[in-house]
């Protein structure tokens, strides 16, 4: 079936540093890809998405590209900060409204 | 434009009781979909609904449940408490136009169970 594989939290980062989330997905066809971000004690926000192989979704300085050859959608950011402490989730949605997400990696930023 | 809302916030029940818990959905989206919340499982899928019916289910017990009304507002059941039920449930619309629509998630309902 379909699914999600994150990479493993936490992470612990230093403000400025490069950030990679890995996430690839295993599906049939070609389903849409989103990574979404929760902050303490709040709903799930979309971050960015991306409907096709290629494609390239960004927001907020962070970015992820659609790679069907390795079945990846890997979450990156140039320099983070403090306010990007948070939990990211990979998802895929397929036809029928159907979406499955990854188990969440968590983000911490020391200044 | 209006998010989703979720009532109550916060909930605290004992084992054995039943509860039910509120959704409005984004204006205009007709979609919408349950999930649990847990440190151990992440997220998981409860249903969909659309159009006041049942699309999609996820594989959890029979104690639950949904619906949806005529103006798209959802709620959820869930019968016979288990302390296993604590849990945040997530609520999300979203407008079911096409591929790559996206869900737009509700702050959540915190549930404990004691």
Known sequence: GDSVTQMEGPVTLSEEAFLTINCTYTATGYPSLFW??????????????????????????????????????????????????????????????????????SLTVIP | KAGVTQTPRYLIKTRGQQVTLSCSPISGH?????YQQTPGQGLQFLFEYFSET??????????FSGRQFSNSRSEMNV????????????????????????QYFGPGTRLTVL
């Open chain 2, 54 to 63: 049942q699309r999609n289910k996820g594989n959890f017990p029979g104690r």
């Open chain 1, 36 to 105: 979404y971000v929760q902050y303490p004690g709040e709903g799930l926000q979309l971050l960015l998405k991306a409907t096709k192989a290629d494609d390239k979704g960004s927001n907020k300085g962070f970015e992820a590209t659609y790679r069907k050859e390795t079945t990846s959608f890997h979450l990156e950011k140039g320099s983070v900060q403090v306010s990007d402490s948070a939990v990211y989730f990979c998802a895929l949605r397929r036809t029928g409204n159907q979406f499955y997400f990854g188990t969440g990696t």
């Open chain 2, 30 to 34: 007709r979609s919408v979909s349950w």
């Open chain 2, 79 to 102: 019968s016979t408490l288990e302390l296993g039920d604590s849990a945040l449930y997530l609520c999300a619309s979203s407008p079911d136009r096409g591929e790559g629509d996206t």
